[in-house]
Nanobody, 128 residues
Framework: EVQLQASGGGLVQAGGSLRLSCAAS????????ITWFRQAPGKEREAVSG????????YLGDSVKGRFTMSRDKAKNTVFLEMNSLKPEDTAVYYC?????????????????????WGQGTLVTVSS
């Protein structure tokens, strides 16, 4: 059974940094993708960044390019989302999600419907 455990959220001032972690277990192979989504109150869920767990290639949403980076530590079965230059509009609940398929086709990494496995959310609050 695939399980994803997100952690690292908190309160930070605008311009600050935060690192989120997603500990993964139960994947049968490295051929999968783990992606961070976020959802702010009253807004639609948005894909933030994804990482192909096998080759380490990453995807970034337009709103976070140049500020967020994603990485993985295979030895710890954990992926990380490094968030810099945070803005109040980054405030949201952040979820990590996994899929065996979403990274295999063009323009599907950011489609929430492609993900079968979801962790619990972690709240990020950026104060102005």
């Amino acid at each position: 059974e695939v399980q994803l455990q997100a952690s690292g959220g908190g309160l930070v001032q605008a311009g600050g940094s935060l690192r989120l972690s997603c500990a993964a277990s139960g994947f049968s192979s490295d051929d999968h993708i783990i992606t961070w989504f976020r959802q702010a109150p009253g807004k639609e869920r948005e894909a933030v960044s994804g990482i192909d767990y096998g080759d380490g290639s990453t995807y970034l949403g337009d709103s976070v390019k140049g500020r967020f980076t994603m990485s993985r530590d295979k030895a710890k079965n954990t992926v990380f989302l490094e968030m810099n230059s945070l803005k109040p509009e980054d405030t949201a609940v952040y979820y990590c999600a996994g899929s065996y398929e979403a990274h295999k086709y063009a323009d599907t990494w950011d489609k929430a419907d492609e993900y079968n496995y979801w962790g619990q959310g972690t709240l990020v609050t950026v104060s102005s």
